[in-house]
């Protein structure tokens, strides 16, 4: 049986840290309109989600509670930097209200998936379905994940970035569907 593993942590003191700097910042960015303020909140958000990886790899701290953690930490950063981004960029709302639906649900119920297997973390779903780590958890499928949504909208192009929030979408509901019958077929 896999435990939990340990809050004090490297990594889960970078995933803390970034949380706690990217959310106060959004916030303020929300607060007053001051995009700037809110791009610094994301770059915070990116930078410390690599390096709480990076950290959880490099030190051998990979951890299941490491894993959630950072699952729940990067829907917070999430919501509030939308949020700011629907307050104060406009054409955003749909962008938003489809990139929400897919992340903050389906993406999240996909990420926790891996708890129903001995697995440490999504990194590891590769050994249940490579297909569906592929498309979720692989390198390039983070980057997209939430960047290229984001990154459209701030370029000025939201009709881009609804076409990759909407392809995301899909791939989602396609990975819940593969994940459902794994479950099923491994009687989780």
Not at 51 to 73: C, K, N, P, Y
Not at 114 to 143: G, M, Q, T, Y
Not at 150 to 172: D, N, R
Request: net charge neutral; glycine share 10%.
């Amino acid at each position: 049986m896999l435990r939990l593993g340990s809050v004090r942590t490297v990594a889960n003191g970078v995933t803390l840290v970034r949380t706690v700097l990217a959310v106060c910042l959004g916030l303020v960015g929300v607060a007053t309109g001051d995009l700037a303020v809110l791009a610094v909140a994301y770059g915070v958000y990116w930078v410390g989600d690599i390096l709480d990886g990076w950290a959880a790899r490099r030190l051998d701290q990979e951890t299941r509670l490491g894993a959630v953690l950072d699952i729940v930490s990067d829907r917070a950063c999430t919501a509030v930097l939308c949020a700011g981004l629907v307050a104060h960029v406009g054409g955003v709302l749909p962008v938003a209200v489809v990139f929400l639906l897919s992340f903050m649900v389906l993406d999240t119920m996909l990420s926790l998936a891996f708890l129903c297997w001995p697995l440490v973390s999504p990194n590891e779903f590769h050994l249940v379905d490579h297909r569906v780590w592929l498309l979720n958890w692989s390198p390039p499928a983070k980057a997209v994940n939430t960047g290229a949504v984001v990154l459209a909208v701030v370029a000025g192009v939201p009709a881009v970035g609804l076409a990759v929030a909407v392809a995301v979408l899909g791939v989602k509901v396609l990975s819940a569907g593969r994940v459902l019958h794994l479950l099923e077929r491994d009687g989780r």
